[in-house]
């Protein structure tokens, strides 16, 4: 093997490696979890399969997305989608700290954690800009392999 | 039937393989070589600036075009042939620290996720903003927010109408006019001194800036 084949090797790896790292970059990544707000469907230092292909208007109800902290920018958290623009909220009654019936505003999603009294979610902070959420949880791959993205929510809070 | 069709296209393959071995023996195996290396390295070069072009666009600097007149007399001001174009720092998008009072910046808007708007950063987070026209007289900017504002408030669609924005919606800050030509200048930072009231837990550092020149009013 000659020094120009060893360079165009060389060339061709780095190359693949990058557009890799580009293509993963924008369309799906492995991330790991921590803290209580998603429990029992996600438990602290699980793995998951995040995609961030889903245009914005494509979110639906009951997704498990990855958003930006709307109180913190360098936190990311992750919440189920339990209300779109336009729907109509009421509080439980178990974590309120209001009372009346809020719509989501235009542009905004509700969030809330599946873990209800440990969870900092809209219920603090209010609906949050569709802007801020930037991916979808498609599986669970560690401790063992379980399909998220379509899972039917509990519909008595909206 | 299909066993006929199946022949002949079997005898097609066929007949184009002799084809392609004839010309491959034709030319010199040295040559054929060193073309198909040449052939699946342009392929890689091409692969491999379109990423470093994406990658550079989403996470180190870019360029957008500036349409409308909220941010008048700053950009796009009366009377120039066509649209701005600025440079875009991607900084910001890593690092929110390091967004300062006074700049532009470019953020996704909370009403219309899709649709991404150039506005002046105001106030960040703890100060206290004497708003024009918003449903409080005067806003203190909460946690993880900020305060933005064309220069032309007439005609800006900005934080006086939704009121405060969430940093992670920001991604990116304008740092220079590159076109038009004439035009080519970098962005100064401007603060309307009389109406923010800083975080009384930080430095002071915008005293020395220009205040704000107003578009129509």
Same mark, same amino acid.
Do not use: Q, W
């Given at each position: 093997m000659n020094t120009s084949k060893i360079w165009q090797r060389m060339f061709h790896t780095l190359g693949a490696a990058f557009i890799g790292y580009t293509v993963l970059d924008s369309s799906i990544q492995i991330s790991v979890f921590s803290g209580p707000s998603m429990e029992p469907t996600i438990q602290e230092n699980d793995i998951g399969l995040v995609e $961030? +292909?889903?245009?914005?208007? $494509?979110f639906q109800r009951g997704d498990i997305v990855i958003a930006t902290s709307p109180d913190n920018p360098s936190i990311q958290i992750c919440k189920r989608i339990l209300a779109l623009e336009g729907d109509r909220i009421t509080s439980d009654?178990?974590?309120?700290l209001w009372r009346e019936k809020r719509v989501v505003p235009r542009g905004h999603v509700w969030l809330e954690g599946d873990n209800k009294d440990n969870s900092t979610d809209s219920r603090q902070f209010g609906a949050i800009p569709l802007g801020l959420v930037h991916c979808r949880l +498609?599986? $669970?791959?560690?401790?063992k392999v379980e399909w998220l993205a379509t899972s039917n929510i509990p519909v008595d809070s909206s | 039937m299909f066993n006929f069709h199946w022949n002949t296209f079997l005898h097609l393959t066929r007949k184009i393989h002799i084809h392609i071995g004839r010309r491959c023996q034709s030319t010199r195996s040295n040559e054929t070589i060193s073309n198909s290396a040449s052939w699946s390295t342009m392929l890689m070069t091409a692969g491999f600036t379109c990423c470093f072009v994406s990658i550079l666009d989403d996470k180190v600097v870019t360029y957008t075009m500036v349409s409308g007149s909220s941010m008048q007399p700053c950009l @796009? &001001?009366?009377? *120039?042939k066509c649209n701005d174009r600025v440079l875009i720092d991607r900084s910001p998008k890593r690092n929110f620290k390091k967004l300062k009072r006074g700049e532009l910046v470019i953020y996704r808007t909370t009403r219309n996720p899709d649709e991404v708007n150039i506005k002046r950063l105001v106030a960040l987070e703890g100060d206290t903003v004497t708003t024009?026209?918003?449903? !409080?007289? *005067?806003v203190l900017v909460p946690t993880g927010h900020c305060w933005v504002e064309g =220069? @032309?408030?007439?005609?800006s669609d900005d934080s006086n109408v939704v009121g405060p924005v969430p940093l992670g919606l920001i991604s990116g800050r304008a740092t220079h006019i590159i076109y038009p030509p004439s035009r080519w200048e970098s962005i100064c930072r401007r603060f309307p001194h009389s109406r923010v009231k800083l !975080? &009384?837990?930080?430095? =002071?550092?915008? *005293?020395h800036l220009p205040d704000v020149i107003c578009g129509i009013s």
């Open positions: $961030k +292909l889903t245009p914005y208007k $494509k009654g178990s974590y309120a +498609l599986a $669970k791959i560690s401790p | @796009n &001001p009366i009377g *120039s024009l026209g918003y449903k !409080n007289r *005067s =220069d @032309n408030h007439r005609f !975080n &009384p837990c930080e430095e =002071d550092t915008v *005293s």
